[in-house]
């Protein structure tokens, strides 16, 4: 979690909108972390961060997070994921994602 806190410190310090996840050899997480980050850190993230774009780099396989995203809120609120398994390919898609800054 506080690896978590650490990037979304990131998010809005750069406030591009965008980030870029590097999981490879990522352990698993429990439960109770991936309820923390999708109804807690998620929300703070796109409205604190306005994080709009997400790239993903080498995931795990059980973690459908774009899944688990649109199923917790019913809806394709950002931000928006793409899945990568090389970070060149997650760097120029995110380079080609255009944020527009919400007014609220």
């Not at 990131?10 to 999708?38: C, D, F, V, Y």
Request: proline fraction near 6%.
């Amino acid at each position: 979690m506080e690896a978590m806190n650490a990037l979304l410190c990131q998010i809005r310090s750069l406030g591009t909108g965008k980030t870029m996840a590097i999981l490879t050899n990522m352990e698993p997480i429990s439960q109770e972390e991936k309820h923390w980050i999708l109804t807690h850190w998620l929300p703070r993230a796109v409205v604190q961060g306005q994080c709009r774009y997400a790239a993903l780099v080498n995931p795990p396989e059980q973690i459908d997070w774009q899944g688990e995203v649109t199923t917790r809120f019913y809806t394709s609120l950002p931000p928006d994921y793409a899945i990568f398994t090389d970070e060149t390919a997650a760097h120029k898609w995110l380079q080609e994602q255009i944020v527009i800054q919400s007014r609220y």
